[in-house]
């Protein structure tokens, strides 16, 4: 398997600017080591920037990403029940209507925590304003998701079973069904692995070396649609295929069936999974037991294998940022090589 800093290295992406990002990080103030608080003493914990006072709301919402399509509220049924009873006050999920519409709901305060896609939280912390100075976004990160006891996930190129394709080259002119741009797993790593193994020439947009590109929306749609033969190949999340519970094709297949009708041509590296963000308005209180709650999260094994059923996450550990620098580095070759 590759690395992170390999694939960082490719197209036009510099050693540096990872280290941009830390900086930049350092300065919106999202990482919290050594911030002063308001009364000018260090802290090394990043929640106590937020005032004492804050919002108390009286119901918590928390966003996230439409990865499920329909279903994505479902998705997080089992933390917001273990949520309500942890925080004894009412918990709500909220879908996004796309994946960068979380941060327009957090910016908005029309919720008080959000799940960011990694890509998404990335994009997030690096918005540009019209003089090209960063944007910091309205929160704090306190957690990140963990799936199987990992913080990190695979991408998937997947087609059908019958599909006579064994290598990446052989794509070339084939129809994909991506996920959306804004999807790590579902669009940038996938083509970030087509540079690395030089299925795409240095500097080439893998939109000149495929053929026609479908954006489905989220993950269930897009093997949804590479089964009903719209699409030759589709790039999703590795837990959409490993787990038969999260793959849409069980239903209508059986549990061995929906896995066996889809193949993976090939799979990412590793990436970092959502980062959960609160409202940089929250109350300091509350902020800090809801990251208590979350990180204890596995210690209730019912709550745990729950939400492992539902979502394919089931656990949460403090966010790590330099896991994300990865990210913007392949965004920066993305945007470098095909706009």
Not at 147 to 170: F, N, W
Request: hydrophobic share 40%.
């Amino acid at each position: 398997m590759t690395t992170g800093r390999d694939l960082a290295t490719q197209g036009t992406v510099m050693a540096g600017r990872a280290l941009q990002l830390g900086i930049m990080l350092l300065l919106v103030g999202v990482i919290g080591c050594g911030q002063e608080t308001q009364g000018g003493q260090s802290s090394n914990d990043p929640l106590d920037q937020l005032a004492p006072t804050g919002t108390r709301p009286r119901v918590l919402r928390i966003g996230m990403t439409p990865s499920s399509g329909k279903n994505t509220a479902e998705v997080l049924a089992p933390l917001v029940d273990y949520l309500t009873q942890q925080l004894k006050m009412e918990v709500q999920s909220v879908t996004a209507s796309s994946y960068d519409d979380v941060e327009n709901l957090l910016r908005h305060r029309e919720i008080e925590v959000g799940i960011f896609a990694p890509l998404s939280y990335v994009k997030a912390i690096n918005r540009k304003t019209e003089d090209h100075q960063a944007l910091p976004i309205n929160g704090l990160p306190i957690a990140t998701v963990t799936r199987r006891g990992s913080p990190t996930y695979l991408g998937y190129l997947i087609v059908r079973q019958d599909d006579p394709t064994q290598e990446l080259s052989e794509l070339r002119g084939k129809t994909v069904v991506w996920v959306s741009k804004s999807s790590t797993s579902g669009y940038l790593y996938p083509r970030a692995l087509l540079r690395h193994k030089q299925v795409v020439n240095e500097g080439e947009c893998p939109d000149h070396f495929l053929g026609k590109a479908i954006f489905a929306g989220d993950h269930i749609a897009a093997i949804e649609a590479l089964h009903a033969r719209q699409a030759d190949v589709a790039t999703v999340g590795g837990p959409f295929v490993e787990d038969s519970g999260l793959n849409p094709l069980t239903e209508q297949l059986g549990d061995k069936g929906g896995r066996a009708a889809l193949r993976v041509l090939a799979k990412t590296d590793r990436i970092p999974l959502d980062c959960l963000v609160v409202r940089d308005d929250l109350a300091r209180g509350l902020a800090k037991v809801l990251r208590e709650a979350l990180m204890t999260l596995h210690n209730d094994a019912k709550v745990s294998v729950a939400l492992r059923d539902s979502w394919g996450m089931n656990g949460f550990v403090a966010p790590k940022h330099q896991a994300y620098e990865t990210i913007h580095a392949l965004q920066e070759a993305e945007e470098a090589s095909c706009n």
